[in-house]
């Protein structure tokens, strides 16, 4: 870097309506960069000369047909002079544009799973890294080799400088080195999933980690330092050009410049995850974070943006909901913390945090070393010794008290919101789930909850015996009651669960729609007629019970005839077909499940049916959503007791996809279920579900009332991700 300033920011760029969950820089024009976004584009932006210093959409590039989730330049060639962008998403595809088109130029297909990860190297090679636990090479349109050897997720690629030399990260926490489609090398030491890879020179590289550490690598396989400031997942990094400088982001809302490896400057952000970040040609830093925003900061004197924009971006700061992240200030007692005077006192470095009491307010402040003052960075939630009488505001929910929680000294600070209608030990088991701390501590912060708000302990009884799925009352397997009658679990006598506490999961046989209106079916029959070649829902209908019986299913699911009925049901689910044929063909082949050839036949038609299956999560109706939950959950119940890696990536993936767009309570619960059974009792399905994002995507639901089993079951789930 040509000088030692602090950055300062150079302006806002809004134009994504989701996460901006990746940027990279772009040879052409000067000075542009790109960046996606879970709102399923990709937006080219380019300096302007406007007085705010900011940057303008050039086009805004479509072609995923779900979230994108990585970007990278493909340096120019002849064929292509200025470059091209290749993006990669959920859909599992690659989408290469060029820089004046807004579609793609191709799209590369290949990958089981989410493309989470792309670098790209000399004459046009492209590496990409996916979900699907390998990594491949591109070239020309074509998968030259893919690289398998991880256990988990690929999060990230890159090409080293030495031809033929490639990285990539894993969730199963190693990082490996690759020739000519050879691991020549296995790198161990983080503790968590490895997030970011970036090149330092053609001998070291470096790393970061959902540990919170980064760390310099040599190629040859040594670890020659291990930098930690950051105080949550460490989601990227890039590294100044010629220079060993670097800079960081994670979801402690910071970014990080380290200089001479040291943290130089942390810059705080008023979003939860700073996913991405690049360095612009200019020195310039663009970083994209999950309220949509993207933010470039700059040194360069004639490039900060107005004292009105500065102001502007700190007052939003200033306005966030935060606790102290540092771990500095330990386990505060509000009743102690010194007022406003305390901050007439310098801070000792760039990024310290202090807090004081102003009225009945707590407030944090940030030390800028530039500035050479304390900048508001947010209202603390609660104190550890917190009380008060009135609601307070969290993540949009109103609380009677909202503590902050220190568990490990040196360790992040964490909020625990409460309300004292609620059971302090099953607020205490949840909080411990969220944040993945350990059961030991249940006792600790359930009596902690009841020491501080004055023993007040109100909270429902807990119903027992309830049916999952209906809502009757549980089968006991060797129960003499009268409960296994109409309100007995229609969908299996036996549920697989080995004690009361989990009525869940793991399922083990196949969950199917057995009710019928037979006489309204043959009425439909009647009416419809000759139609029937157009509209074939009631035979459907028929169809769907019919393969429950034995010699039925042999005869359909059998064979040739198998693949051939397999066929014809995935033809009426394409997503533009009527929905009571998806329905009813989701169904359909739900109830395959209660055969043994039905089985066999969807186990070895699986990539293809679920691949379909998922599109219709798109689909605004609430029954068809049942029936892909019920879908996602007979295939896990099938691969529960088998290491079949493949299929239950597929089974994780497709039930999260679906979880982005369903609401029905009923196909969301069934939707935990399959989780549930997927990742009971394998390590490694837990660590793949990890991986994914799952325990943060579905933690909305544990404290979802009516009906309450959809909380139960997630809060057994994430139990299970601990």
Not at 179 to 199: I, S
Not at 357 to 382: H, L
Request: glycine residues 8%.
């Amino acid at each position: 870097m040509a000088s030692q300033n602090s950055y300062k920011l150079r302006c806002s760029i809004p134009g994504h309506e989701m996460d901006v969950r990746g940027l990279a820089t772009a040879a052409f024009p000067e000075g542009a960069f790109v960046s996606v976004s879970r709102d399923r584009t990709g937006r080219i932006w380019v300096p302007n000369s406007s007085p705010d210093r900011g940057f303008t959409e050039m086009h805004c590039m479509s072609g995923h047909s779900n979230f994108v989730s990585c970007v990278c330049f493909i340096a120019p060639n002849d064929t292509y002079p200025r470059g091209l962008i290749a993006t990669g998403g959920n859909d599992n595809n690659i989408c290469v544009f060029t820089l004046d088109n807004p579609q793609p130029l191709y799209t590369l297909k290949g990958h089981k799973n989410t493309v989470c990860t792309l670098s790209s190297g000399k004459f046009g090679t492209l590496l990409s890294g996916s979900w699907d636990t390998t990594a491949k090479v591109w070239l020309n349109e074509k998968c030259m080799m893919t690289l398998q050897g991880h256990s988990a997720a690929v999060w990230a690629v890159v090409i080293l400088p030495e031809q033929g030399l490639m990285l990539s990260g894993s969730a199963d926490k190693t990082i490996k080195l690759w020739k000519a489609g050879r691991c020549e090398n296995t790198y161990t030491g983080h503790e968590d999933c490895v997030r970011g890879l970036a090149v330092l020179n053609n001998l070291e590289f470096f790393s970061c980690s959902n540990d919170g550490s980064i760390r310099r690598w040599l190629v040859t396989g040594e670890c020659v330092h291990v930098y930690y400031e950051h105080t949550n997942y460490i989601y990227s990094m890039a590294v100044f050009p010629n220079s060993e400088d670097f800079v960081s982001t994670g979801e402690d809302r910071t970014l990080r410049i380290w200089r001479k490896g040291e943290c130089a400057q942390t810059i705080r952000l008023p979003a939860q995850s700073v996913w991405c970040c690049c360095i612009l040609p200019n020195g310039d830093i663009a970083v994209g974070a999950s309220d949509g925003i993207i933010r470039v900061f700059t040194e360069a004197e004639d490039r900060i943006a107005s004292a009105e924009d500065i102001q502007a971006f700190e007052d939003e700061l200033s306005k966030t909901t935060i606790d102290p992240k540092t771990g500095d200030l330990g386990d505060i007692k509000v009743e102690e913390l010194p007022g406003r005077e305390h901050l007439d006192e310098p801070g000792n470095r760039d990024g310290q945090t202090r807090l004081i009491k102003d009225g009945d307010k707590v407030e944090a402040y940030q030390w800028s070393v530039s500035d050479g003052r304390w900048m508001k960075i947010g209202d603390v939630v609660g104190g550890s010794n917190q009380q008060t009488s009135k609601s307070v505001v969290y993540e949009g929910k109103e609380y009677d008290y909202v503590f902050t929680i220190d568990i490990n000294e040196g360790g992040p600070s964490m909020k625990l919101p409460y309300n004292v209608t609620e059971d302090p030990w099953l607020t205490a088991h949840n909080f411990l789930q969220k944040n993945d701390l350990s059961p030991m501590f249940l006792d600790q912060v359930a009596n902690f909850i009841i020491e501080n708000t004055k023993g007040h302990v109100v909270g429902p009884a807990q119903q027992e015996g309830g049916d999952p799925f209906t809502g009757g009352n549980r089968y006991v397997p060797g129960s003499l009651g009268n409960n296994t009658g109409f309100g007995a679990d229609p969908f299996t006598v036996h549920l697989g669960v080995p004690t009361t506490t989990n009525i869940y999961f793991p399922k083990t046989d196949g969950v199917t729609f057995e009710q019928a209106n037979i006489s309204l079916i043959m009425v439909k029959c009647w009416t419809f007629g000759k139609s029937l070649i157009y509209i074939v829902f009631p035979v459907l209908d028929i169809l769907r019970l019919a393969v429950r019986h034995p010699q039925v299913n042999k005869t359909l699911c059998g064979d040739a005839e198998g693949v051939q009925l397999c066929n014809h049901l995935l033809s009426l689910m394409r997503p533009e077909g009527r929905p009571a044929n998806q329905m009813l063909a989701l169904r359909t082949l739900c109830n395959c499940f209660s055969g043994r050839h039905g089985r066999a036949l969807l186990m070895s038609q699986r990539e293809t049916v679920l691949l379909q299956a998922a599109d219709l999560a798109s689909v605004c109706n609430k029954n068809i959503h049942i029936a892909l939950a019920t879908l996602v959950l007979n295939y896990a119940a099938c691969f529960h007791s088998q290491p079949d890696l493949e299929a239950k990536a597929q089974c994780l993936s497709v039930a999260s996809r679906a979880l982005e767009t369903v609401q029905d309570k009923e196909a969301v619960f069934r939707l935990l279920v399959a989780l549930g059974t997927t990742v009971s009792s394998d390590q490694t399905a837990r660590d793949l579900a990890r991986s994914l994002g799952v325990n943060s995507q579905i933690s909305k639901y544990s404290s979802v009332s009516d009906p309450s089993k959809v909380a139960e079951c997630c809060q057994l789930v994430l139990k299970e991700l601990m």
